[in-house]
Each structure stands twice: as structure tokens, then as C-alpha cells.
T-cell receptor
Framework: NAGVTQTPKFQVLKTGQSMTLQCAQDMNHNSMYWYRQDPGMGLRLIYY???????DKGEVPNGYNVSRLNKREFSLRLESAAPSQTSVYFCASSEAFRGSYNSPLHFGNGTRLTVT | AQSVAQPEDQVNVAEGNPLTVKCTYS??????LFWYVQYPNRGLQFLLK??????LVKGSYGFEAEFNKSQTSFHLKKPSALVSDSALYFCAVRAAGNKLTFGGGTRVLVKP
């Protein structure tokens, strides 16, 4: 049982390049999330998908797009990378969003992205 | 708006001594509170949660946390720390209808 799998683990981009971060979960969870982690700032929500077919903006959505491809997969795209997007990106999933507020999040191991 | 504060960037403790990691929160309505731990180069792992009921909740790896409504706190505790408890700890809160908000994290260093 792999849980939440993220690819790639590491990536270096030049300013202006694009890339897609992939995430898949095998726990049959309804909700999926993308966070970024920066030193001293905790985790900030970029986008989330409460259920298959829906996506919504989080705290810091600018410069990102997402696709909920199916129930298992939720990708994050940087169309034109900027140095401010240098961060560690985490994908997470949970059983439900609304109506199940005690569902803990399950996290992947992260993608470390550097934009030069 | 809801928020979480972890006032200590780092906590140092000797192995075998009690460990406390502090967390205070601000939220409208009843809070749902969580603690997560992050080991190097890994994602966050769920430790424990408070939803309702007993103010003292027990979680994984011998950790527990005490919910104090009057002080709006949810401190994480372990009676006897291990070197392997050295990690980054995050407190998080959500209220009904809201998304999860994380604190800035507290690094715990347990020295042998």
C-alpha cells in the first residue's frame, strides 16, 4: 500500500520554464490537496479538490494550475516558473472535505523544486 | 480568519526528559485540532487529533496533547523523549466549513 506518491522527487527549472508535478493516491480518498512548504511559514494551501471533478483555490494559487484527472490523481502545473516558486511541494489526500472534519491528511514525500 | 501559533522555533530536550511543544489557536466556532510530525525528507505524518470529548488525547508513538479551551491551546507532550523523536512538529486547526491551517512548525532536538 503506497499511500500518496509524488513525482518527481527533485527538479531544477530555469525562470520561465513549465512543469507538472504528479500525485496519485491509492486509498480511495475523495479529497486531494497541494501545499507548499517554506521555512518558518508552515504549509500553505495552493489548491484543493474536495471531490473528483472539482477544484478550488487555496491561500496561494497565483502562478499555479491543477487538474483532478480522476479520483486517484491530482496534478499541479507551473506554467512559467519564477524564483519565488522555489519550495518543497506536498500533495495530500483525505477521506472527505466537508462533513468529515476529523479526517486527517495523508501526505506524500514531497517534490523539492528549485527555480533559478 | 483562523490561525495557529507555535511560539518556539526549536525545543531542545535531553533524552528521557519530558517534552512539550506549544500551540495556540484562534478560530470561530468549535476547533478541530491536529498534530503532525515531519522527519527529514519526508511528508507530514498524522500524530493525533482533538475533535470533542476528553481534553487529553493520546496518539501515536507515546505522544499526547491537552486541549485547553479557556487558553485556546493544544500543547503536545511526551513524558519521556527519545532521540528518534527529533523532528519537525506542526500544529493545525480547522473549523467547520474551513480548510486546515498549519502553524509554522517547531523543530525538536532530543540529545542523548
Amino acid at each position: 500500500n503506497a499511500g500518496v506518491t509524488q513525482t518527481p522527487k527533485f527538479q531544477v527549472l530555469k525562470t520561465g520554464q513549465s512543469m507538472t508535478l504528479q500525485c496519485a493516491q491509492d486509498m480511495n480518498h475523495n479529497s486531494m490537496y497541494w501545499y507548499r512548504q517554506d521555512p518558518g511559514m508552515g504549509l500553505r494551501l495552493i489548491y484543493y479538490s474536495a471531490s473528483e471533478g472539482t477544484t478550488d483555490k487555496g491561500e496561494v494559487p497565483n502562478g499555479y494550475n491543477v487538474s483532478r484527472l480522476n479520483k486517484r490523481e491530482f496534478s499541479l502545473r507551473l506554467e512559467s516558473a519564477a524564483p519565488s516558486q522555489t519550495s518543497v511541494y506536498f500533495c495530500a489526500s483525505s477521506e472527505a472535505f466537508r462533513g468529515s472534519y476529523n479526517s486527517p491528511l495523508h501526505f506524500g514525500n514531497g517534490t523539492r523544486l528549485t527555480v533559478t | 480568519a483562523q490561525s495557529v501559533a507555535q511560539p518556539e522555533d526549536q525545543v531542545n530536550v535531553a533524552e528521557g526528559n519530558p517534552l512539550t511543544v506549544k500551540c495556540t489557536y484562534s478560530v470561530s466556532g468549535n476547533p478541530y485540532l491536529f498534530w503532525y510530525v515531519q522527519y527529514p525528507n519526508r511528508g507530514l505524518q498524522f500524530l493525533l487529533k482533538y475533535i470533542t470529548g476528553d481534553n487529553l488525547v493520546k496518539g501515536s508513538y507515546g505522544f499526547e496533547a491537552e486541549f485547553n479551551k479557556s487558553q485556546t491551546s493544544f500543547h503536545l507532550k511526551k513524558p519521556s523523549a527519545l532521540v528518534s523523536d527529533s523532528a519537525l512538529y506542526f500544529c493545525a486547526v480547522r473549523a467547520a466549513g474551513n480548510k486546515l491551517t498549519f502553524g509554522g512548525g517547531t523543530r525538536v532536538l532530543v540529545k542523548p
